[in-house]
């Protein structure tokens, strides 16, 4: 039986940053144990599971049965994206299936303080997502409640798109918020070797990678060219 940390996998993820998660939306659906196998040999800290509703955003992905698979196949943190509308319904079955950290978009809800704190009462890590047009200022009561703050470099819906980079501003300002300083800070959409350096340098810790990892043969030369512009200054 595969372990499931839950909420304890935040300060082990605290510890290995800055580190590298893949968004499993471009991997191959068809051997998901050779995908993982292939992934764990990589060195990457945990999997970045993209669920998508289809109403939140134009794109309509996976549910519970692939965390529950991927349970069963791994015991790297599973940090679970919700981009959904309703979170709050469903995020005991994600934590049943297998979820160590779920995150929701401050768009999807009008309760996030209180969302944050169901998470974490499931033993869940919690997180919660601005994207891109989003100011932090809407998450800042949040933020003391929360485990991890995601920041989005695109607009939630797609892998393959470009890297937002004012968005980098938003790293300081969560810093700057009441209880900004206990968050473990992620990163989404567009990182690649051109962007972990500056996404780094600016604050983030956990860097969410799909086509950077999927698109290349050799899932292990992809992180460590990636890794390689890593700016340790954390
Ligand atoms: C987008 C997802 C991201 C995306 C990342 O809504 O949340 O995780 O799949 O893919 P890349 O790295 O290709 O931008
Ligand atoms: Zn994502």
Do not use: W
């Not at 978009?105 to 944050?116: I, V």
């Not at 962007?195 to 810790?205: K, N, V």
Request: glycine fraction near 8%; include cysteine; hydrophobic fraction near 45%.
């Amino acid at each position: 039986m595969t372990m499931s940390l839950g909420r304890e996998c935040i300060p082990a993820l605290k510890e290995a940053a800055p580190a590298v998660l893949p968004s499993l939306l471009l991997c191959d659906f068809g051997n998901l144990e050779r995908e993982v196998e292939l992934l764990e040999e990589a060195g990457v800290a945990g999997l970045h599971l993209d669920v998508m509703d289809g109403v939140f955003v134009p794109n309509f992905t996976y549910g519970m049965t692939i965390i529950s698979a991927l349970r069963k196949l791994t015991d790297l943190p599973l940090d679970v994206h919700l981009m959904m509308v309703q979170p709050e319904k469903y995020i005991e079955a994600f934590r049943d299936a297998g979820a160590d950290i779920i995150t929701v978009h401050a768009e999807a809800t009008k309760d996030a303080c209180g969302l944050m704190n169901q998470i974490k009462e499931l033993g869940v890590g919690a997180g919660i997502a601005v994207n891109p047009d989003t100011s932090v200022k809407v998450i800042e009561d949040a933020i003391p409640h929360a485990d991890m703050a995601l920041v989005m470099s695109v607009h939630a819906g797609f892998g393959g798109q470009s890297f937002i980079e004012p968005v980098l501003d938003k790293f300081d300002e969560i810093r700057n918020m009441p209880g900004g300083d206990d968050l473990i800070l992620e990163i989404d959409g567009g990182i690649n070797m051109s962007t972990i350096g500056i996404a780094t340098e600016r604050g983030a810790q956990l860097l969410v990678a799909g086509s950077a990892i999927f698109k290349q043969d050799d899932y292990s030369v992809a992180m460590e060219s990636m890794m390689a512009q890593v700016k340790y200054n954390q």
